[in-house]
């Protein structure tokens, strides 16, 4: 095929495609990257982060990237990498955790029954064993249900900082002490909160306990291309210390820089998104980042007080994060999802409950026609 035909085919094939732009994308936790991030992409599409010696300029900006991030999280000193998203992460978080073990006995890990899936995927994955552990009132972690559940077998917490279904956030000052307490890894999955907790005090909003500095804490996720406006993909994983990546290392010496250790579970890993998170950071910065937040939580809020006054719509809680979920006292949450997919709107369906992620993509103006479309559709019955 001729490369015009290729594109008039590609161009075909996409147009039932939902983007970002179109404002009808609601249920997404992924959002338009910043345009920066594209021009920086063009110019960086060739390199590799998994070959350092071909870039060592590539490999700076990824360590300025990382260092900024930990910064965010309250420890600049922090040992990470830039990786695919927060399932790489998370199973990079597990790995170290079971390669730094005290006993072979550890093969436990312990997560709220919430959790993200990944996190079944690096159990599975690791020949570990998974404990799920209840919530509490508030629909997090149980902190006094999850330190019943820590026995000799216990190798690691996984909290969650912007969960998956509501964007919540546990209780992270103290399971990082129960976690001191007994002696196991606690990694916090933050790969949605990451870049929304770091920025919400300034943005005039309460804001949950978090940091990398806190008791306990051995390793964060976020990731960039949530609402950080990086590109997709890019995620980054923050240790600790450097005595976890060490133990997941891999030396590799045919690279062009000489003996390499690796500590991502991936070898080759694209440049050009190191390169755009690195741009866009620099030209966000901190207070960039606090209007982004602020705006969104803005909305976020203005959406809840409308979503109440429509006759039959409840939440299922007050959001935290720019996340919220609601029902219809009578309209099945499936049947409500199916009514309003058919109009091209594209929410995310949970068990009796949608939930809606105001993104930075999302406008006032988009989130008006969705309100008089879910009218709409309640009052047909």
Request: aromatic fraction near 8%; hydrophobic fraction near 45%; include cysteine.
């Amino acid at each position: 095929m001729t490369e015009t035909k290729i594109l008039q085919q590609l161009e075909r094939r996409l147009k039932t495609t939902l983007r970002f732009r179109h404002g009808q994308v609601l249920g997404s936790m992924c959002s338009e990257p910043d345009p920066l991030a594209l021009r920086v992409i063009r110019r960086t599409w060739d390199l590799n982060a998994g070959d350092p010696g071909l870039s060592p300029a590539l490999a700076e900006l990824e360590r300025e990237a990382v260092s900024w991030m930990g910064a965010f999280w309250k420890w600049p000193q922090a040992v990470g990498r830039m990786v695919g998203g927060g399932t790489e992460a998370n199973i990079l978080a597990l790995w170290s955790a079971r390669e730094t073990r005290l006993s072979p006995k550890r093969t436990r890990v312990l997560a709220s029954v919430s959790r993200h899936f990944s996190v079944d995927k690096a159990v599975r994955l690791l020949g570990l064993e998974l404990l799920p552990v209840a919530l509490d009132a508030d629909g997090r972690l149980d902190p006094d249900k999850l330190e019943a559940a820590i026995d000799d077998r216990t190798l690691a917490i996984v909290a969650s900082a912007g969960s998956t279904s509501l964007g919540l956030v546990d209780d992270l000052g103290a399971l990082g002490r129960i976690a001191k307490r007994h002696g196991v890894y606690f990694h916090v999955d933050a790969s949605f909160g990451g870049f929304v907790l770091p920025f919400l005090e300034e943005a005039g909003f309460d804001c949950p306990v978090f940091g990398l500095d806190l008791e306990g804490v051995s390793s964060v996720c976020l990731d960039p291309h949530k609402m950080g406006r990086g590109p997709i993909p890019s995620g980054c994983i923050l240790w600790k210390d450097s005595r976890y990546p060490d133990a997941v290392s891999t030396e590799v010496g045919y690279l062009s820089g000489g003996l390499t250790r690796l500590t991502t579970l991936t070898g080759t890993r694209p440049g050009a998104s190191v390169a755009a998170v690195w741009a866009v950071l620099n030209k966000l910065g901190r207070s960039g980042y606090v209007a982004l937040v602020k705006e969104a939580m803005t909305l976020t809020l203005w959406l809840a007080e409308k979503l109440v006054n429509i006759e039959g719509i409840r939440l299922v809680r007050p959001p935290e994060l720019n996340v919220l979920g609601f029902y219809h006292e009578r309209i099945s949450a499936d049947a409500l999802n199916s009514r309003l997919r058919q109009r091209g709107w594209a929410l995310s369906l949970w068990p009796g409950f949608l939930r809606i992620v105001v993104m930075p993509h999302v406008r006032r103006d988009h989130l008006r026609r969705f309100l008089k479309c879910l009218e709409d559709e309640i009052q047909r019955g």
